[in-house]
């Protein structure tokens, strides 16, 4: 078994087609394949051998997958690093895993350069035009070498909102699992168009985004860093018909002034997840796109995808639907016990897509793992029906007062008001109730809103110890390089 066989199946069965794209740049399968069989020459070159760590700080490019499944096919570790990580933050994920090689995108070269040196890690930078004559230069290794089900495939390193990140190990079934449900739940067959515009250096995008396309031999269309328009004129452009993102991504394409003159007739199936998807947003977007958003869930440490909506099945407003094929999810309390249908609880994963466990952290992972089961730290219900529901993250829930508040069900009234483009609520740290609720809010361009009406609109659609006593309104929301609200940098203003 090899994760990068994928490339080398697409690329047996039609080499001349159009494999990955940005822009006028494209790639056959049989050039992708190409080249990153001669990635997997340079890196034998470079004493590069099965198992050791080769870390990706790319963006969008089609370089990623050249160096991505170059790595895989020598049986080496694949470490995606965010781009817009600073030299210490390169020094201590290359530390930490113990890497060997960092290919580097040029425009980020100078906080990873002076990082490999730190850490005895070679560092290659990646410049269009040399790094192909490089390739060139190069004799191409092997076809991928047979690896175990349960060896390493990719470090994902997760965000680290709790002390210092670790780095989840997903093995080669892990991440073959995962894209083959991804395939299926984007129904991506034929000639699929898919685009990538979720970060591949992220678990939801190399999975649902590229991994996927590559299976299924589609061609996947690049977007190195989001903007509305862009999107939407790539999505004309090229007649995509599968798009994944996050809620903000959707939200920016449905605001976005003169949307209408693009033609998104060709997308069908969207799939939504890295946060809860506010229930009027969906509807506006499909309305106004004529597609359908399936809405899943999922973590780094789950490759991502635990459970989905599933097309052409019952959706639920609100819903990250029903655990995937080969993954079963519980819901328990503070002890692991299960709670009953529509009480709240911890979501509990376990399947065929979970980690094999975080990278040299014994006690961590044994945590984490605590009884077989992977604990996610999210708070969800599930029905009846075996639909399952976010709540909010562990770590997120404010009480008020003794009152447990879920800053979720709050961020769906807000999000019913006209006015409202994003919002986010936090806890407030408060000398009497402990926490106060507070909301900070962007409007949509054009629209106006006053903090009492904002703050009313709630107080009648919520118990009194929900709605947000202080609410302000930004221009924008802090956000993670997958377009993800980032709670943690809320902060809110000083009081006069």
């Given amino acids: 078994m090899n994760l990068a066989a994928i490339l080398s199946d697409a690329a047996a069965r039609g080499p001349e087609r159009r494999a990955v794209k940005l822009d006028d ?3 056959s399968y049989g050039l992708l394949e190409q080249a990153a069989l001669r990635v997997g020459g340079l890196l034998r070159a470079n ?4 198992g050791d760590r080769v870390a990706l700080m790319l963006p969008n490019v089609p370089h990623f997958p050249v160096i991505y499944y170059g790595a895989l096919s020598v ?33 980020f070269a100078a906080e990873a350069r002076p990082a490999g040196a730190a850490t005895g890690c070679r560092t290659i930078s990646v410049v269009p035009g040399e790094f192909e004559q490089t390739l060139l230069a190069t004799e191409p290794g092997p076809g991928p070498l047979d690896r175990a089900a349960e060896d390493t495939a990719v470090l994902l390193y997760t965000s680290g909102t709790t002390g210092t990140p670790k780095g989840a190990e997903l093995t080669h079934a ?13 129904t991506l067959s034929g000639d699929p168009v898919v685009m990538g515009a979720l970060p591949l250096f992220h678990s939801f995008g190399q999975t649902c985004a590229m991994n996927a396309c590559v299976l299924a031999g589609g061609l996947l269309t690049l977007l190195p860093r989001f903007d509305p328009g862009k999107a939407l004129e790539i999505i004309q452009r090229d007649r995509v ?22 033609d998104a007739s060709t997308l069908r199936n969207c799939g939504s997840g890295g946060a809860a998807m506010p229930v009027e947003l969906m509807r506006g977007f499909e309305q106004a796109f004529g597609c359908e958003i399936l809405e899943g869930y999922g973590l780094s440490e789950t490759s991502p995808v635990a459970s989905f909506n599933h097309p052409g099945g019952e959706r639920k407003p609100g819903s990250i639907g029903t655990p995937i094929a080969g993954v079963r999810m519980r819901v328990v309390d503070d002890s692991d016990r299960d709670v009953p249908a529509g009480e709240i609880g911890e979501i509990l994963v376990r399947g065929e897509n979970v980690m094999k466990g975080y990278w040299s952290r014994p006690e961590a992972t044994a945590e984490a793992m605590r009884g077989g089961w992977f604990h996610t730290g999210d708070l969800g219900r599930v029905d009846t029906d075996g639909y399952f529901f976010i709540v909010d993250r562990k770590k997120d829930m404010i009480i008020r007062n003794g009152f447990n508040v879920y800053p979720r069900e709050v961020e769906e009234v807000l999000y019913e008001h006209p006015a409202v483009r994003e919002a986010a609520v936090i806890g407030v740290p408060h000398d009497q109730y402990g926490e106060e ?14 903090v009492a009406e904002l703050r009313d609109f709630v107080r009648e659609r ?6 947000p006593r202080q609410v302000w309104i930004v ?12 709670k943690r940098e809320i902060k809110p203003p000083e009081a006069p």
């Fill in 462 to 467: 919520v118990a009194a110890f929900k709605y």
């Fill in 174 to 186: 892990n991440l073959l699992s995962n894209c083959q449900a991804a395939r299926d739940l984007f």
């Fill in 475 to 486: 221009d924008e929301l802090p956000k993670g390089p997958t377009g993800k609200i980032l």
């Fill in 47 to 50: 004493g590069v051998q099965a």
């Fill in 241 to 262: 018909e599968s798009f994944a993102g996050v809620p903000s991504m959707y939200g920016a394409m449905l605001n976005l002034p003169g949307r209408e003159r693009y």
């Fill in 437 to 450: 609720i507070g909301a900070a809010i962007s409007l949509k361009p054009g629209s106006a809103a006053t």
């Fill in 75 to 107: 049986g080496a570790i694949a470490v995606p690093l965010n781009v817009l990580n600073k030299r210490r933050e390169v020094e201590y994920y290359l530390g930490d895993a113990g890497a060997k090689l960092l290919f580097v995108w040029h425009d």
């Fill in 25 to 27: 740049y494209e790639l």
